[in-house]
């Protein structure tokens, strides 16, 4: 493959589109992560065509802690960064 050199205005579009993707497979991973731990904490048994109360309620309880979690980390991260700056 050739010494391809880009514009200035391409190399800024490849680098966004570089960030998006990055921040697709992140978001994607957190999932895959949220959906195997709450999984393995909440469903006790071979799964039915439904959920018990205890599971769902657990799988629920699950997502939400894990939300306000992130959320909280997020927070503090952009509050250090603003500190910072």
């Not at 880009?6 to 949220?34: C, G, M, P, W, Y």
């Not at 709450?38 to 109360?53: A, E, L």
């Not at 699950?62 to 306000?68: A, E, L, P, Q, S």
């Not at 979690?69 to 503090?76: A, D, E, G, Y």
Request: contains cysteine; proline residues 1%; hydrophobic residues 30%.
């Amino acid at each position: 493959m050739d010494n391809v050199k880009f514009d200035e205005a391409t190399q800024k579009e490849l680098a966004t589109f570089l960030e998006r993707e990055q921040a697709q497979a992140r978001i994607n991973s957190t999932v895959h992560n949220l959906t195997s731990m709450c999984w393995d904490k909440c469903v006790t048994g071979t799964p039915g065509t439904r959920f018990s109360r205890g599971e769902e309620s657990c799988l629920l309880n699950c997502v939400d802690r894990f939300m306000d979690t992130s959320l909280f980390i997020i927070k503090t991260i952009e509050g250090q960064r603003s500190q910072q700056s």
